[in-house]
């Protein structure tokens, strides 16, 4: 079963964090926007990606984005 929960500001709105359950990453998941954490350095952190946009969580996680195509 696919499930998924976003909360946010209720003051303006911007994405704070997810939590789901999802097979296809394999099972529950909590994410976070560490973009509203105070003193966290995004440009520090190491980053992993997934191909969402082509559905293809399959393959796993990469180093650099996965290129977009059609």
Do not use: Y
Request: glycine share 12%.
């Amino acid at each position: 079963m696919t499930k998924t929960h976003a909360g946010s500001c209720p003051k303006c709105g911007v994405h704070l964090f997810g939590e789901g359950d999802l097979p296809e990453l394999g099972g529950a998941f909590v994410s976070v926007n560490v973009n509203v954490l105070d003193d966290v350095d995004v440009g520090q952190l190491e980053i992993s990606h997934w191909d969402g946009r082509h559905d293809n969580w399959q393959s796993g996680l990469k180093e650099r984005p996965w290129p977009i195509t059609a």
